[in-house]
């Protein structure tokens, strides 16, 4: 479904050059779930944002359903991609109505029947008719986010980028929000690639993760691996001791709340 090879993205000139991502090879199968985790700064989100279209500098290949991806993404092809940010109160115009944000999208690709497209959205998010013409201040976090999925599935894309969904809400609520994003995945059949520092979430999402460390990735493991500490990269097993604590205690919630 998704093939990244060669991939790179540098940023500046001379001195001031810096390689954010390099050597980057990734192949994510249809329907999969497929996660990508580092500390900041390791070039995660860069990833993203490229395949978005948020950042056109790079160089590589990247094939989509086979379809090879430009520097200057069509109309159609970010149609069928879309992304969820991270921060659930930065990415929603605080002036705007739920209603004009997911009919913004609706209209830019031309499509019809957009009241009966939103109800059904906000239906599948867990947000029902009521909430269509609130405005996101009187959403709590976990509500907002919900609305965030739902602007990017309202266009019916075949991949999901997920940049850290939940690492601005609190435990609980990460624990609804990933149900949730796990639901809408085998109900519609879609491909997600997620971005997170935080192996407990990624590992309650992901079958397969790859761990990045300055613009690499230095090792791909399993959901098994993850759960078990059985890697072989130092940094991964760096990455893994550090978080045991939390994983054990946020593992725990996820369960509670799955």
Not at 72 to 80: G, L, M
Not at 183 to 190: E, Q
Not at 207 to 223: F, K, L, P, Q, Y
Request: net charge negative.
């Amino acid at each position: 479904m998704i093939e990244i090879e060669d991939f790179s993205i540098t940023f500046g000139s001379g001195k001031n050059q810096i390689r954010a991502v390099r050597n980057f090879n990734l192949s994510v199968a249809e329907g999969e779930s497929y996660g990508l985790v580092g500390e900041s700064g390791s070039g995660k989100s860069t990833v993203l944002r490229a395949m978005v279209g948020i950042n056109s500098h790079w160089d590589g290949t990247i094939r989509v359903a086979g379809e090879a991806l430009t520097h200057k993404r069509s109309v159609e092809s970010r149609k069928h991609m879309q992304m969820v940010f991270q921060d659930p109160y930065g990415s929603l115009h605080p002036r705007r109505t739920l209603d004009d944000t997911l009919s913004e999208p609706l209209v830019i690709h031309g499509l019809d029947n957009r009241e009966e497209r939103i109800l059904k959205i906000l239906k599948e998010v867990g947000l029902g008719p009521e909430f269509r013409f609130r405005y996101p201040h009187q959403l709590s976090g976990g509500q907002r986010q919900r609305v965030a999925i739902a602007r990017a599935l309202i266009l019916e894309p075949r991949v999901i980028l997920l940049d850290e969904p939940t690492s601005a809400l609190d435990v609980s609520v990460q624990a609804e929000i990933l149900n949730l994003l796990s639901a809408l995945r085998k109900a519609h059949g879609l491909t997600y690639i997620m971005v997170s520092h935080d192996l407990a979430v990624v590992g309650h999402l992901c079958s397969r993760i790859a761990v990045m460390n300055r613009g690499e990735i230095v090792e791909e493991i399993t959901e098994d691996q993850m759960r078990t500490g059985e890697v072989t990269h130092a940094y991964t097993k760096q990455l893994w001791t550090a978080s045991q604590g939390y994983d054990r205690a946020a593992l725990e919630t996820f369960q509670e709340f799955a």
